[in-house]
């Protein structure tokens, strides 16, 4: 005699492992998901966070500008006031803190200045 096989609704260990199944698949459908979310809002963040600061260092960084100081006839060191002269010192030291002049523009525009 073959083994009897039951017909109809399945038994409790049948709706127990079916279950189970559809249970695994939605956690793991609902971790995949979620993953990627994660990921896309990663790099959506970097994305911002580049352009960010890609857009603030070109407003940080002034065009390259040649020194004020040299672009205006320089009169000979008798023509300047000391307190003119101390102002255009002054101006250029905060140019060069800034950065917009480098080391070499800046000594060569207060050599001029001081002749």
Do not use: C, W
């Amino acid at each position: 005699m073959s083994p009897l096989r039951r017909f109809g609704r399945p038994g409790l260990l049948g709706t127990a492992a079916r279950t189970a199944v559809i249970a695994g698949t939605a956690q793991a459908t609902a971790g995949a998901v979620g993953r990627r979310q994660a990921n896309r809002s990663q790099q959506q963040y970097e994305a911002q966070q580049y352009e960010a600061q890609r857009y603030g260092a070109a407003q940080q960084a002034p065009p390259p500008v040649a020194p004020p100081a040299p672009q205006q006839p320089a009169p000979g060191p008798a023509a300047h006031s000391n307190d003119e002269l101390l102002a255009q010192l002054t101006q250029l030291g905060d140019l060069h803190g800034q950065g917009v002049l480098t080391d070499a523009e800046f000594a060569a525009a207060k050599a001029k200045l001081l002749g």
